[in-house]
């Protein structure tokens, strides 16, 4: 396989491949950066919400004996060592100072320190509010993200379809109408020069010289066809080489030739360019030459051996 087929053929498929790779990338680092700040919101916001929660209602009840001391403390233990935002030490501070007066049961101090646990309450609520914004937004980038991939995903497999469309399909269907037309009797269809790879291109040479051989030797095996075909034929397997050839008649000299031939019969060194054509006609193998004889025409078809 080339270079050009092997790109006609793997890019549009290594490139859908990275794109695919690229998303799921994309989607695993997206999971991993919003579990983490699932994470944030309940390490850092809902333990000071409990913690807030269980002294409210201690205070609320308004027990105030040993055990009730103790819970409050140990809540307000956690609280102060789950501290994460700025506003929420000033709470603390006013709770652990008017909280042994609030359990006491002093009215003043029960209502200074509920008050402190509402805003100490609130403040968390503000945090999770805010990183739930942060994932969200986290979470729309990342959609959009994929959407985007999906999207180039989908133009690159539209330009991809395109191009094996023009690059390969086409040429591949071009051989078999060519083929079909010459099931069904057209004997002068040959594949068309269509932009494809260089084993494509040459599948369609091939294809084009089985047929001109099968046109010859059907030409030679009716003679009553050669009146009328025979030059018409010899000039349509001239026209049809890419470089240079030539009709040399059985005397040697040159019947015809396509535009190439005419080109290099014109140009420096043309003089042994016609001694090697006319020497082709002996049966001779010229330098540089390869002839073919064509017995039902009596003509030589040749072409440069290189060509």
Known sequence: MTEELRRDVLLPLIVLMVIAVLTSVGAIALLARMAPAIELIVSENIFSLEAGEE???IVAAGTGDDDARARFHA???RAEGNVTEAAEGDHLREI??????ALAGDPAARRDVIAALNALSATNRDAIVRRDDDAKRLGYAGAWTAVLMGVLAFAWGLIAIRRARARLIEPLREVRNVLDGARSGDRYRRCRRI???VEVERIMTGVDDLLDARALRHFAAEPSLRAVNDRAILLHLLERRDGPAWIVTAKGSVDSANSAGLEALSADGATELRANLESAASGASPPGLRAE????AERWICERADG
């Open 75 to 77: 809540a307000l233990t």
């Open 195 to 197: 932009a494809a790879p």
């Open 96 to 101: 652990r100072a008017r909280g042994p007066a």
């Open 55 to 57: 002294m409210l209602g």
């Open 293 to 296: 004889y064509v017995a039902s």
